[in-house]
């Protein structure tokens, strides 16, 4: 049984941090290309970023210079660092695992960003 699961959301403060985390199981971690992505209520989830299974690195502009993906095959985890956060960050996040025609989602952890 495949199993991704986030953790790590919360409220914080404009300007704060949060590191979200995605443990993987029943997968083979090291296959698969790992994506962050967001929802927020009537809107279509999006793209964050992904990290290939050979470590590339992708962000959209919206978070460049404030996110950080990095993964840990060792642990099957994938970590999402959010800093210099705004309130239009504010959204569900949910990690992807994506290996050939194999799709897998967590169930979201919200974060929430808020003075």
């Known amino acids: 049984q495949v199993q991704l699961v986030e953790s790590g959301g919360g409220l914080v403060q404009p300007g704060g941090s949060l590191r979200l985390s995605c443990a993987a199981s029943?997968?083979?971690?090291?296959?698969?290309?790992m994506g962050w992505y967001r929802q927020t209520p009537g809107k279509q989830r999006e793209l964050v970023g992904d990290i290939t299974s050979y470590g590339t690195i992708f962000y959209v502009d919206s978070v460049k210079g404030r996110f950080t993906i990095s993964r840990d095959n060792a642990k099957n985890t994938v970590y999402l660092q959010l800093n210099s956060l705004r309130p239009e960050d504010t959204a569900v996040y949910y990690c992807?695992?994506?290996?050939?025609?194999?799709?897998?989602w967590g169930q979201g952890t919200q974060v929430t960003v808020s003075s």
């Open positions: 029943g997968i083979i971690f090291s296959r698969y290309r």
């Open positions: 992807k695992a994506l290996y050939v025609n194999s799709v897998y």
